[in-house]
């Protein structure tokens, strides 16, 4: 019988993420989210990830927000994608927002308080990212798509869409 072997990682220490249910459209609420967490979110290529159960590539509405004062980058992403949830374990949950970098308690209880009075939210909640199955593979997604976005945009040369 072969062995298996499993790379154990800590992301609950490098990475925040707060659920959050709301009505609203994703540009909508990220506008909301900029204004009162003085953010500068902006959308970004779908975000792709693919799902091993069903064996499919789905993408996701995404966000970024790189902060080096800071040393956070901010993650908006959308649950629901064009093949069904990003998180099957909280199919209640709209949309996410991730936060890569060291974020004090009384920090991201301060995010969590100014998410609860939003007028768009009806719903916060942390999330332990241990509880969540196939995070490896999200994880994994998410570098690779970054990579390939500012691959991107660095291949861009200014003045390269200008009419001469």
Same mark, same amino acid.
């Given at each position: 019988?072969? *062995? *298996?072997? =499993?790379?154990?990682?800590? /992301?609950?220490?490098? /990475?925040?993420?707060?659920?959050?249910?709301?009505?609203? =459209?994703? /540009? =909508?609420?990220?506008?909301?989210?900029?204004?009162?967490?003085?953010?500068?979110?902006?959308?970004?290529?779908?975000?792709?990830?693919?799902?091993?159960?069903?064996?499919?590539?789905?993408?996701?509405?995404? /966000?970024?927000?790189?902060?080096?004062?800071?040393?956070?980058?901010?993650?908006?992403?959308?649950?629901?994608?064009?093949?069904?949830?990003?998180?099957?374990?909280?199919?209640?949950?709209?949309?996410?927002?991730?936060?890569?970098?060291?974020?004090?308690?009384?920090?991201?209880?301060?995010?969590?308080?100014?998410?609860?009075?939003?007028?768009?939210?009806?719903?916060?909640?942390?999330?332990?990212?241990?509880?969540?199955?196939?995070?490896?593979?999200?994880?994994?997604?998410?570098?690779?798509?970054?990579?390939?976005?500012?691959?991107?945009?660095?291949?861009?040369?200014?003045?390269?869409?200008?009419?001469?």
């Amino acid at each position: 019988m072969p *062995k *298996k072997l =499993r790379l154990d990682s800590d /992301y609950d220490q490098d /990475y925040t993420l707060i659920g959050i249910a709301s009505h609203q =459209r994703d /540009y =909508r609420l990220v506008w909301s989210l900029n204004e009162k967490l003085n953010l500068h979110l902006i959308k970004m290529n779908d975000l792709k990830i693919f799902q091993d159960k069903k064996n499919e590539l789905n993408t996701f509405s995404f /966000y970024y927000d790189d902060d080096p004062d800071t040393f956070k980058t901010w993650f908006f992403i959308s649950n629901m994608g064009s093949n069904g949830p990003l998180f099957t374990e909280h199919k209640q949950t709209n949309f996410f927002l991730m936060i890569k970098g060291v974020v004090p308690e009384d920090l991201k209880t301060e995010i969590v308080h100014a998410l609860f009075v939003n007028e768009y939210v009806l719903k916060v909640h942390s999330i332990a990212l241990s509880s969540i199955s196939n995070i490896d593979n999200f994880f994994s997604d998410l570098e690779m798509e970054l990579m390939e976005m500012f691959k991107d945009k660095k291949n861009q040369k200014p003045g390269k869409d200008k009419k001469e």
